[in-house]
Nanobody
Framework: QMTLVDSGGGSVQAGGSLRLSCAAS????????MAWFRQTPGKEREVVAS????????DYADSLKGRFNISRDNAEKTLFLKMNSLKPEDTAIYYC???????????????????????WGQGTQVTVSS
């Protein structure tokens, strides 16, 4: 079992930055693939970024490359998302998610799919005003 607690959301102006955090409860955290997803009303949840258990390999949605950075601290069992140059279209609820280990040859395809993830945070609201 794993509990994920998202935090760090808020309201910022366009061009600003935010850093989201996701605190995990399980001692097996370091073996899990992790990701951030986001969702806006009326739209499907979409993947933002994902990271391998060791933290050495990351994957991003094409539209977000260069502005967002995913990282993790396995000793602290925490996942991060640093968001820079925020735009109004980044407004959404952001969720962290944890997936049990899968074969590396399926990376990054499986990491981009919601169904891969077993545990989810409660979400944190990010609002970017123009």
């Amino acid at each position: 079992q794993m509990t994920l607690v998202d935090s760090g959301g808020g309201s910022v102006q366009a061009g600003g930055s935010l850093r989201l955090s996701c605190a995990a409860s399980a001692n097996t955290y370091s073996s899990y693939y992790m990701a951030w997803f986001r969702q806006t009303p009326g739209k499907e949840r979409e993947v933002v970024a994902s990271i391998t258990p060791g933290g050495s390999i990351t994957d991003y949605a094409d539209s977000l490359k260069g502005r967002f950075n995913i990282s993790r601290d396995n000793a602290e069992k925490t996942l991060f998302l640093k968001m820079n140059s925020l735009k109004p279209e980044d407004t959404a609820i952001y969720y962290c998610a944890a997936a049990p280990p899968f074969e590396g040859r399926f990376w990054p395809r499986m990491a981009r799919e919601q169904s891969t993830y077993r545990y989810w945070g409660q979400g944190t609201q990010v609002t970017v005003s123009s």
